[in-house]
């Protein structure tokens, strides 16, 4: 897993609508989650202080992305969890790239000693994410029909161990195929709802051209998590709030999309370091909400 984040790491560094709004949770503390990607280099020298700054920063629910060999972030499933309660935090998804058939079993059944509502797949797995460094593209080794397949069977895994499955796209997910459809509408028209879902990130899906809206309508109820990643002009990730993306067209639909969270996310800070940006990110959460 580690392998999987730093991977992501250097690769950074190189109409339709409801009339259905659903009420975000705000807090005096503070509004949504975090994921803790964004952290990920301080999560990995001091994670408790890291989760504290997290908490103080107002997010009321966190997403993991340092799931290794049992563990999180270093801690066993039970004493991540506690470690969370006692800051005030909720487990609310865990991203595990390394998930396969062989360890489904016990990645799912580590995923809810920890707390956590849902398990995200955010790559294709089992070694078919592909990036081409030449042309700094992302994409998929293998055919969709496998995805899908591996998708529905460790979906339904989870289902009866009682999370759920939720695949996490980027931007190659939103590119037709020779039959003129793309990756998110297979997955999302040939996949169970009952046991796979949808964590849209909405600055890779902004940067692919799709309209998330426009999915929305065309997938209804699939969508139970926001990444609310922002985009500025030039087309770099920047704090929610800063950039571009109009967050506040897109949460109005959150209720058709099926939502149920929503975290900032920032793969690449720049000059910023990622607990001040983290910061940031909270304020512009609470103007989207509010």
């Known amino acids: 897993m ?8 250097l690769l950074l ?15 005096e503390s503070g509004v949504g989650g975090l994921a803790l990607y964004t952290v990920r280099d301080e999560m990995s020298k001091d994670p408790k202080g890291t989760l504290k700054a997290v908490a103080d920063a107002g997010y009321q629910y966190i997403e993991a992305a340092g799931y290794d060999n049992g563990t999180y972030y270093g801690m066993s499933p039970t004493e991540f969890k506690n470690y969370l309660n006692e800051l005030g935090l909720e487990p609310r998804s865990s991203h595990q790239g390394s998930i396969s058939y062989e360890n489904a079993d016990q990645q799912i059944a580590d995923a809810i000693e920890a707390g956590f509502e849902y398990i995200v797949v955010p790559v294709p797995p089992m070694g078919m994410f592909t990036y081409d460094f030449e042309t700094r593209t992302m994409g998929m080794n293998g055919t969709t ?3 899908i397949e591996f998708l529905s069977v460790v979906g339904e895994k989870a289902s009866n161990a009682g999370i759920q499955l939720l695949y996490h796209n980027h931007d190659f997910e939103f590119k037709v195929d020779g039959d003129g459809v793309t990756m998110v509408d297979r997955i ?6 009952e046991h796979v879902n949808f964590q849209i990130d909405l600055f890779w899906a902004t940067a692919a051209g799709a309209d998330p809206i426009e999915y ?3 997938y209804p109820g699939r969508f139970k998590a926001f990444h609310v990643k922002d985009r500025d002009a030039d087309g770099n990730m920047t704090p929610v709030g800063k950039g571009e993306i109009d967050f506040k067209a897109i949460f109005k639909h959150a209720g058709h999309a099926g939502m149920e969270y929503y975290l900032a996310e920032q793969d690449n800070t720049g000059d910023q370091s990622p607990l001040d940006a983290i910061v940031d990110s909270q304020k512009g959460l609470q103007a989207i909400v509010n």
Not at 13 to 27: P, V
């Open 216 to 218: 929305f309508g065309k």
């Open 145 to 147: 029909e496998t995805l």
């Open 188 to 193: 999302l028209s040939e996949t169970n709802p």
């Open 2 to 9: 580690k392998l999987v984040y730093a991977f992501f790491g």
């Open 13 to 27: 560094l190189a109409s339709c609508g409801s009339k259905t709004e659903k009420k975000m949770e705000i807090t």
